[in-house]
């Protein structure tokens, strides 16, 4: 069972950028997708973005398109989610996740999670 765990979380003012990564242990990415979600007070779990590691297909979330990217790093063994042009609304817990689907935007359908980082944006 692969043991997830997120960093590079923090405090950025608007327009600024993050890049977080999700480490493994205990197993290899490469038989799961990789999916980035995140959670802010109040507010349910929401797809961010995801990426096959074998497929190296990536998907995203309308709101993050353009802003957000993700990639895998298979020396360091990381996914990763460099964001750009960060806004408020951006705020929130971001949390990795594997499935074992190609990849989905369903948070039922991923099997592992990490503990989460958060990522606030204000100025």
């Known amino acids: 069972q692969v043991n997830l765990v997120e960093s590079g979380g923090g405090l950025v003012q608007p327009g600024g950028s993050l890049r977080l990564s999700c480490a493994a242990s205990g197993g290899a990415f490469s038989r799961y997708a990789v999916g980035w979600f995140r959670q802010a007070p109040g507010k349910e779990r929401e797809f961010v973005a995801a990426?096959?590691?074998?497929?190296?297909?990536?998907y995203y979330a309308d709101s993050v398109k353009g802003r957000f990217t993700i990639s895998t790093d298979s020396t360091e063994n990381t996914v990763n989610l460099q964001m750009n042009s960060l806004k408020s609304e951006d705020t929130a817990v971001y949390y990795c996740a594997v499935t074992t689907a190609a990849w989905s935007k369903h948070r039922y359908d991923y099997q592992n999670w990490g503990q989460g980082t958060q990522v606030s944006v204000s100025s």
């Open positions: 990426i096959g590691w074998s497929s190296g297909l990536a």
